[in-house]
């Protein structure tokens, strides 16, 4: 999810306040706190620091090299890369850190998010199907959403996340994406670089706003010939996420809405009971396959039960304080399943939300 942040916005953590999932550019202070945690936190300050910045090596797939976008020769139109997961599905990916899934079937094709829309999105998809296609937004969040512009189609969201996707995608929120990938922490050298291609038009691209944004339902059905994708509400990381379930190959497609790092503490957010009940929903589709939005790991059922596990046993004052630039006052707490510490983010089994008391109840 992330950048997971708002999820989108490449997240800060405060000196030793754990940086993951979403994208980070830096470490400040963090104010007082006792000085056996202090302590603790300066232990785990380096391995963290490399270990969950922008989005890890791990979780973003990055391709081998070195150098920003430019010095790798990317340009607009060769700036993502696919890998095939199924038949007629592809997972899309590139510096952005964010995935990207197209459906191909017989008779149309569907895209699940748009990412940031750095590169040439469109001719990229379109290098892979020429049949009339379909773009579905898990969520209103820029990462997810600032690469609509590119496309002639509707762009189906969830209703509840429609004006929030538009106020995303404000003049104001695409420059600071913009900015923001000129200046985001890469792989596998772990420095900041400019991941803007050549041939990318800022001015044009703060001015795009969000596409044509249209409607969608709960329990919609997108059948492309060979493949149904059913949309499954799953409220949490914002009011209006939604997933995508491959009804023949029994695989959930679910954005930020289920992940190992779920953020619970913006404004957009619902309360943790609401995103409780969006985990026990997820338990009655028949999937056998989980795909996050940032995540190149497959997940299992057994990847949701340790969700469900981190949420049913959340203990808000045990939690890691955790705070960002845009929200410095948000009260978030890193909170963890039972026996993890932000050392593990990478173990099987690592699970965690990010929560303020705004949003526990």
């Known amino acids: 999810m992330p950048t997971c942040l708002r999820l989108c916005i490449q997240m800060r953590c405060r000196w030793k306040r754990w940086r993951t999932k979403y994208e980070t550019e830096g470490i400040s202070t963090i104010p007082s706190v006792c000085a056996k945690r202090r302590a ?3 232990r785990l300050r380096t391995s963290l620091a490399t270990a969950a910045t922008c989005r890890s090596e791990a979780e973003t797939g990055a391709r081998s090299g070195t150098g920003c976008a ?4 990317m340009t607009m139109n060769k700036y993502y890369e696919e890998t095939k997961v199924a038949d007629g599905v592809y997972r899309i990916n590139g ?3 964010v ?9 149309a094709a569907l895209l699940f998010d748009t990412g940031y829309g750095f590169g040439d999105l469109k001719d990229f998809v379109r290098q892979l ?3 009339p296609l379909i773009i579905v937004n898990s969520h209103g969040h820029m990462d997810h959403t600032s690469g609509n512009y590119q496309f002639d189609e509707d762009i189906y969201i969830h209703p509840k996340d429609m004006d929030f996707c538009r106020e995303t995608n404000s003049v104001e929120g695409r420059l600071r994406t913009a900015r923001e990938g000129r200046d985001k922490i890469c ?22 706003g969000a596409g044509k944004l249209k409607a969608l339902e709960a329990g919609q059905v997108f059948d492309l010939g060979g493949i149904t994708l059913e949309v499954v509400e799953l409220p949490g990381h914002t009011s209006g996420s939604i997933g995508l379930f491959h009804k023949e190959e029994k695989a959930f497609y679910v954005s930020d809405a289920l992940n190992h790092f779920t953020y619970l503490f913006f404004p957009e957010a619902t309360n943790l009971q609401t995103y409780k009940q969006t985990l026990y929903k997820a338990r009655t589709i028949p999937f056998e396959k989980l795909y996050t939005g940032h995540l190149p790991v497959v997940g299992t059922r057994q990847t949701l039960e340790d969700y469900i596990d981190c949420v049913e046993n959340l203990d808000f004052e045990q939690g890691v304080p955790y705070d960002t630039p845009m929200f410095p006052d948000s009260g978030a707490r890193m909170c963890m399943r039972k026996g993890y510490t932000p050392e593990d ?15 526990l109840n």
């Open 187 to 208: 792989y596998p050298e772990r420095v900041k670089r400019n991941i803007i291609p050549e041939g990318f038009d800022e001015d044009a691209y703060i001015r795009k």
């Open 129 to 131: 199907t020429k049949l």
């Open 70 to 73: 430019k010095e790798r020769g």
């Open 345 to 359: 983010i990478f173990k099987p089994g690592f699970a965690a939300v990010v929560i303020n008391k705004e949003h």
């Open 40 to 42: 603790k936190l300066g």
């Open 95 to 97: 510096l952005e850190g």
């Open 99 to 107: 995935y990207m899934d197209l459906f191909v079937g017989t008779k």
